[in-house]
């Protein structure tokens, strides 16, 4: 049973809190789970030899969304009373806000993209109507996005930490425009609410280590009105000070596995956290471990 505890525990980085209820042909099951952090997201290029049947565990709704990309083999997804099936060359969106079962059929191998909800610049209606239907990706976008994220996974080893923030936001922008053609049947086109949006995260991220960074600073920086940017948040069904927990939370937990000779207390200053006993704190209370384990258990 090693492998499966291994297994199931590199598992819980890729996705979320995982349990393997039953394994198929156990004594011959191996496993491979490759991860790169960028900056708000992780992907991960997994394996299992074996098929498995599983089910997600985690009921804190952080607002993480994991796209799993199969190239490989097949998945079932059992979501209630309905079961659906993702082929090589489909896509499939989970939450951590819904516990589904997966059995997967055989061997497979698949790519995980962990991104954050907060850096969307769409509803959560909108990514709500997406979630547990695959989406092809053999060509338009989810082409494009596939490609990009197969040459990352290839080239982890030489992707610096500058080149991971751009690629991080490429990415979004990708994943955001293939949920949207997928939900509307055609080529995005960004509202004016919605690039306000986007220019407000892109505001948050420039200035995360900003310890007092409050809506007033955002609006001013954006030339702004604040009730204008309050309007903008709540139509998104976002509140202002928890985009700016998840996004500290999401680059705190980047640096903390490729930025290793970084301390505690300096992952603490550069994210924008008022000290280490407050980062390890809110840590715990988003990943269920503190960052000092979080690191060891990543390393090891």
Known sequence: MDSLNKFESSLEESYFPYRID???????????IKQIALSACILSDCYASGGFQGRFLNKNQRGIYVFHFVKQGELEI???????????????LFSDAHLVQTRQL??????ALNIPAATFSLSSESLEKNLHTPISYRSGVGAILFALLNSVAEQQESIVESSGTILDRSIIDFTTSLLFENTTGGPRAASSVDRHYARILDCIHKHLDKRDLTIDFVAAWLAMS????????STQGKRFERIVMELRLERSRSMLCDQIGLSMADIAERVGFASASHFSRSFSQAFGM????????FLN
Do not use: W
């Open 22 to 32: 039953k394994l198929h042909g156990q004594n011959n099951f191996t496993t491979s």
């Open 78 to 92: 059992i979501d209630g009373t309905r079961t659906v099936g993702v082929q090589a060359g489909e896509l499939v």
């Open 106 to 111: 055989g061997p497979a191998r698949a790519l």
């Open 226 to 233: 604040r009730s204008y940017l309050c309007m903008i948040l």
């Open 290 to 297: 503190p960052p000092i384990v979080f690191r060891k258990r």
